[in-house]
Nanobody, 124 residues
Framework: QVCLVESGGGLVQPGGSLTLSCAAS????????MGWYRQAPGEQRELVAV???????????SVKGRFTISRDNAKNTAKNTVYLQMNSLRPEDAAVYYC??????????????WGQGTQVTVSS
C-alpha cells in the first residue's frame, strides 16, 4: 500500500509563490513518475507537471516558466518526495492540487496513487 501526504497549499496574492510537497511511502519497489494535477471548480482535472525517475520533466503550457517540479529519491525507495515550486501565481492557478504517483509495489504489481488534494487560492 502507498501513502501520499501532501502539504503546502494555502492563500497567496497574485504574483506570489507557494511550494507544494508530496511524500510517498509504503511497500514500494520503485517509482516511475511523480506529478501534480489540479482541478478548479467546474473544470476537469488537468496535468500541471510530471517528473520521471530519470529526472525528465513535462509541464502544462500554462505553467511553463513559472512552476518547477523536482523530486527527492530515497536510496531504498522507502520514501520519495515530489515538490512543486509555484512562482508568479495567477488567479487562474487557483485549484485543488493533487499529487500523483506511478510505480511498482514490492510484490511487482504496478500502482497509481493519488493524494488527498491541497487547496491553492490566489486572491488579493
Amino acid at each position: 500500500q502507498v501513502c501520499l501526504v501532501e502539504s503546502g497549499g494555502g492563500l497567496v496574492q497574485p504574483g506570489g509563490s507557494l511550494t507544494l510537497s508530496c511524500a510517498a511511502s509504503g511497500t514500494i519497489l520503485s517509482i516511475n513518475t511523480m506529478g501534480w494535477y489540479r482541478q478548479a471548480p467546474g473544470e476537469q482535472r488537468e496535468l500541471v507537471a510530471v517528473i520521471a525517475s530519470g529526472g525528465s520533466t513535462n509541464y502544462a503550457d500554462s505553467v511553463k516558466g513559472r512552476f518547477t517540479i523536482s523530486r527527492d529519491n530515497a536510496k531504498n525507495t522507502a520514501k520519495n518526495t515530489v515538490y512543486l515550486q509555484m512562482n508568479s501565481l495567477r488567479p487562474e492557478d487557483a485549484a485543488v492540487y493533487y499529487c500523483n504517483v506511478l510505480g511498482y509495489y514490492s510484490s511487482g504489481q504496478s500502482f497509481i496513487s493519488w493524494g488527498q488534494g491541497t487547496q491553492v487560492t490566489v486572491s488579493s
